[in-house]
């Protein structure tokens, strides 16, 4: 069985399917303390377990995170896209980018990219981000990409805040 996950194409960026040639860089980018936003550091039996998951969450939802790679030659640059783990409230659009790639503008063309795609394709119009009240760049990125603060709640036991992303307007 070959699961299709469909590849999006910026100016600068692929999005497309997790391959094994990529854990190396997701792994070191789990390694690292820039990972404490998202469940890290982790080691690297932690970090494929969530690296393969992604694989898994395109299967049971039909949408899941991409890998970000540079299109001009395939390096990895992080990963993007929409996950909606069992008892979160609703789906999340989700970003994060590896050491080179930072400061770039990828992960807001990425994002873009990936929202307008989940708004187009996948029936996921104005979603949320969950952000880190200390993770001031992710809340920075949300705000340009035209997410509002909506709330704040408790999310695994920690203080956390739901950025709400504006309605594409995409017909489904």
Known sequence: MKLMIPTVETDRLILRAPQESDFDAHAEFMASDRAKFIGGPQDRFQAWRGFTSTIGHWAIRGYGMWLVADKSDGTPLGRVGHIYHESWDEPELGWHVYRAAEGKGIA??????ARAYGAAHLGLDGVISYIDPDNTRSA???????????????FFEKPCQIWRHPKQGVAQ
Do not use: I, N, V
């Not at 807001?108 to 990219?113: D, G, L, R, T, V």
């Not at 990409?145 to 408790?154: K, N």
């Open 140 to 154: 920075a990125l949300a705000q340009r990409l035209g997410a509002t603060h909506e709330r704040d709640r408790e």
């Open 108 to 113: 807001f063309e990425a994002a873009s990219a």
